[in-house]
């Protein structure tokens, strides 16, 4: 595990799940989207939970409590307990506890998961700007939550009351669709009072070190769909990654990916840790994995050869991440692209 600069996808000889001890996994976009299973989640994550390899389930939404979470985890068919579940939520109350005395009142613009967190940290939720808060917290509130809750917060930290935000994920993956985030709602009091807040959630510090109080991970392998989050933070951790392409991130999006984005590996989805990772190999300047080779020159990405898809998509990033500085952003990846059906 590094922080090295990484210019290809990583091969391992070894399934995933016998490699890494603890998977921190995300959820939106990785386990579920809208409530509703992702294919191959529930199996995968069974075969690997009967292989040995500890689940915890890392999310930055701060709505629901880790005994919510768990509860609609198991009716999923994944068996879980509320301490497999670390939220931003519980990331930020423990922030805001290390800034203010024991027993203060915080002002909560979010939903349960906020309240629960900021109780365990021995704080007093409060409703109004009125109410003499020592903190502001911010945190997703769901479609339902309340104008006011806004001007609520706006009011407090326009007098100087520190401010909190469980994360800024600026959307959220629903079973409709991409939706405002977080991230969205904290720029509304942002706008309105020119403040910045504290952050906790990934791909911030606060939230590595939370989770791996409470996992105790040795050899975690961070498993997302967000190269912004979940990615980021793998790397800011100084920890491995699997990105899973069932939630945000496309392939067009991958190979822009600056360093500190760029996953260990690569796959479709959660079957990808009951599995190896195949090797990309350089040879003679372009770059090769399983029948595909990619390499990259006047301006565009060029892909030969056939086989499956993702094995393309590894030795594509391989190209574009080893192009000099931000050629690789601007590289013309379409054609390439849309012969793997990406």
Known sequence: MSRSVRTRPEGSGQALSEAYDTALLDLDGVVYAGGEAIDHAVPSLAAARDGGMRLAYVTNNALRTPDAVAAHLTELG?????????????????????????????LVVGGEGLRVAL???????VESADDDPAAVVQGYGGPELPWGRFAEASYAVARGVPWFA???????PSGRGI????????????IATGAEPQVAGKPLPPMHRETILRTGAE???VVGDRLDTDIEGAFNGGVDSLLVLTGVTDGAQMLAAPPHHRPTYVDADLRGLLTGQPEVVEEGGAFRCGGWTAGAGAGRLELDGDGAPLDGLRALCAAAWTAAGEEACGLDAEKALARLGL
Do not use: K
Request: no cysteine; net charge neutral; charged share 20%.
């Open 78 to 106: 994944i068996p879980a307990e509320a301490g497999d579940v670390i939220t931003s939520a519980q990331a930020v109350a423990r922030l805001i506890a290390d800034q203010v005395p024991q027993g203060s009142r915080v």
């Open 119 to 125: 109780r365990e940290r021995g704080l007093v939720p």
């Open 166 to 172: 469980s994360n800024t994920d600026l959307t959220i």
């Open 179 to 190: 939706a405002p985030g977080n991230g969205a709602a904290v720029e509304v009091v942002r």
């Open 219 to 221: 050899r975690p392998l």
